[in-house]
């Protein structure tokens, strides 16, 4: 039998999952979080509800609630199941050797659009001292080959051209900041939680870019005045279909409408700039540091760029699951021999870090076979993702004068994954939103390959430059001539430029 989630049957829950040692009523918000997917209920929420369990200073520690808020019409779905269970959340923690479910309350509210008035009242409310965002890499209007804020993009022109009518995640951060120092009071701290290197300085140059389109002033009061504190964040978390319900309901007995799924494994390592005050993160487990850029890096490149290398043999090669991908030999070999030779060597040193054994986490990490994570998730939005993980370590090593091969075919694989179909045939299907342009740029490279790397706004420089598009063009033939499976061979036995 189960049993739906709610605090009404919390206490039922009892013995089948862990639950919160808080009270639900003692908790009062202090942050409003954009962006309440799994990543954010599987990452800083559990923090949070750890810091909670703690017990520790009832009246500190519990004023640091969440008010969920969403911008797209995707997240009244959310919302709607969420309040229907008072914004709880079972998560389910899958290693190799054990499982286990949690479920986490630290949540209290969600408002989502066309709820804007609300939430800009919301973000001025003294209350609220940290406003946090988790809303995909793709979602911080930057132009991925230069790295700069994009103001010709449209949402971004349509919230200047009205800032009093914002629809932006940035315009109703302005918004909310511009109430706030209308009222006297002192301005909250922004805190990215997305993958995208520099993070907090990303976010600064977006919303003081869109202020500056309507209210120059205010965008250097805001770069003056708003702490956009920098923060590395690690959690491998799948998305919830229909299996991870029906396993939530079979395995703990609990009626849960969006539980999160993720691996044991968490990180967060975050720059302690805080002026308002923030959580006692570092008592859950939270690693401050002046610095965080070497663990970010480190990450992005590592994993994140691990990820995206194993993403487009396996989706050629018609593998799902991610675990089954590390199963493969040529696969796990292929990540391998990229990672040590050409990754890995361009990392900067990480305090107190050995980067082969943090490699030697990741490839344990990918190859978990309980946490069902998907290689269609991995191949999504490449376009912002490709960039950021993949192409910076071509700069750097091109900049070095050094060998490309490895990475170069990690981007053919990917041009030859967006041609549509996989090497048996089976057709596609695209997540990416330039996928329409990729495709269309994929089909031409069959005849010209730098039809491809020409992508300026994706490649950049690194596009250009003759020694990435040589080796770019012999993967590019390779996989055309021989399939994924004997280029991948071809890579590691040394003969793929033959």
Known sequence: MTTKLSLATLASLKGRAALPAYRREDLTPGILHFGTGNFHRAHMAVYLHELFNTGRDLGRDLGWGIIGAGVMPSDR???EVLKGQDFLTTVVEQDADRSGATVTGPMLDMITAPDFARIVDTLASPQIRIVSMTITEGGYFIDPATGTFDAAHPAI??????PEQPQTVFGL???????????????????????????????EATVCGLARLSDPGFADWIHANVAFPNSMVDRITPATGEREIRMTAEAYGIEDGWPVFCEGF???????????????????????VPDVAPYELMKLRILNGGHAAI????AL???????EAMENPLIRSFLAKLEHEEIIPVVPPVPDTRLEDYFALIESRFSNPKIGDTIPRLAQDGSNRQPKFILPSTADRLAQGLDVQGLALVSALWCRYFEGTSDSGAAIA?????????HAAALAARADPDAFTGLADIFGPVGLDPRFRQRFGEALASLRAHGTADTLRRYLNGTLAS
């Open 77 to 79: 779905r959310m919302h």
């Open 157 to 162: 022109a349509a919230d200047a051209k009205d």
């Open 173 to 203: 951060i302005i918004a909310g900041l511009k109430a706030r120092r209308a009222a006297g009071i002192p301005p909250f701290t922004v805190m990215c939680c997305d993958n995208i290197p520099g993070n907090g300085e990303v976010t």
């Open 266 to 288: 968490k990180q967060w390592v975050l720059e302690d700039r805080f002026p308002l005050g923030r959580p006692a993160l570092e008592l859950a487990g939270v690693t401050f």
């Open 311 to 314: 993403a487009y043999p396996a």
């Open 317 to 323: 090669m018609d593998i799902h699951f991610v675990h």
């Open 430 to 438: 695209f997540n990416d939103p330039a996928a329409e342009r990729l």
